[in-house]
């Protein structure tokens, strides 16, 4: 699952952001990895030592594992499930950077400056079938990259060659399979949807008016499949009234979100587990901050990659965060 998108404010804040939908417990939290972190890849034990400082969230098991982040340089992304349709080769290859498909994220927020210089290392890259120990599963996935620039682009591993290639994103919104280009013509299918009023329509001697307000969205899917969830997202980001600022972007960005935020008991998968929105969350590029609400805590919180951080950090930062409901109580 998960729906991701980007937004920009009239003042050029630029945000990219996401839902983390997964039935398994990730425990992730907001972290920030200085210049000089070190991993050691699954695939074949190479040694990559960081660049670039970034924040975002994810879990140590050994090394970090991020879900979503941004880095120095305002380089963003987000990791989305990309089912039955992510290919991975087998072995690696000589010569190239060879990397488990949940250690790309990484390397790449370590590594890249914006999404021009990705694209010119990308040919270097090659992804690996390698497990995550923690799931014993190899996470089958697609990524959405954002940069200072205003540049979007998708990477999708659906090639048999095992060649990865940046597409462009003119929509700025990605969820799960099928690939980006069917969600793109199914938009197709929800032109006629509108947030204005309709008017009144004929049927005979009988003219039949709106019960109330809305009556321009009736057809705007409401469920939680992969299609519904781009198109909701797509429209919203598209209608909802600028914002003025960062403060006023977040608060547009998390009711999108909220839109496509799956309640625990809502979908259940088939092994009668139950698939939800573990966090939220959102990455600033313009001003390097990461914006993080877990499952039960409405409470928005924000991390900044500081400059204090970028420059004299050592060791990694963990930001713990309330994971029950915070209400304010206010007295008569």
């Known amino acids: 699952m998960c729906t991701s998108f980007v937004y920009q404010t009239k003042g050029e804040d630029l945000f990219l952001s996401r839902t983390m939908d997964f039935g398994f417990t990730l425990d992730a ?4 990895l200085p210049r000089g972190y070190t991993f050691e890849s699954d695939v074949d034990g190479e040694r990559y030592s960081g660049k670039y400082a970034l924040i975002g969230a994810g879990r140590n098991l050994g090394k970090y594992i991020l879900a979503d982040g941004v880095n120095e340089h305002g380089l963003a992304c987000a990791s989305l499930y990309l089912p039955s349709e992510a290919v991975y080769s087998k072995n690696a290859e000589a010569g190239k950077t060879n990397l ?8 790449a927020l370590s590594f890249c400056k914006d999404v021009s210089e990705l694209r010119e290392v990308l ?20 990524w959405i990259f954002y940069d200072k620039s205003g540049n979007v682009a998708v990477i999708e591993p659906t090639d048999p060659s095992f060649q990865l290639t940046l597409k462009e994103n ?3 919104v990605m969820t799960n399979t099928p690939s980006l280009e069917w969600h793109f013509k199914n938009l197709i299918n929800y032109i006629d949807i509108t947030p204005e009023q309709k008017t009144s329509a004929k049927f005979g001697k009988f003219e039949a008016h709106p019960f109330s307000q809305g009556g321009g969205t009736l057809g705007l899917p409401g469920g939680y499949t992969p299609p519904e969830r781009f198109v909701r997202a797509a429209y919203l980001k598209e209608h909802i009234q600028e ?13 999108v979100l909220k839109s496509v935020t799956i309640p625990k008991g809502a979908v ?9 929105t573990q966090y939220t969350s959102s990455m600033c590029v313009s001003s390097l901050t990461y914006y993080f609400t877990p499952y039960g805590n409405q409470r928005i ?6 400059d204090d951080f970028i420059n004299h950090s050592q060791t990694p930062y963990e930001w ?4 029950t409901e915070d209400i304010l109580y206010k007295e008569r």
Do not use: M, R
């Open 243 to 255: 914002a003025n600022n960062e403060q006023e972007g977040i608060t547009n960005v998390w009711y």
């Open 123 to 142: 040919q270097t890259i090659h992804l690996v079938d390698q497990k995550v120990d923690l799931l014993g599963i190899t996470t089958p996935l697609h």
């Open 268 to 276: 259940i998968k088939s092994d009668g587990t139950p698939d939800l």
């Open 301 to 306: 919180t924000g991390c900044k990659l500081d």
């Open 29 to 32: 939290k907001p972290v920030a």
């Open 320 to 323: 713990d965060v309330l994971q």
């Open 170 to 172: 003119p929509v700025g």
């Open 100 to 107: 488990a498909p949940h250690e790309f994220l990484l390397w």
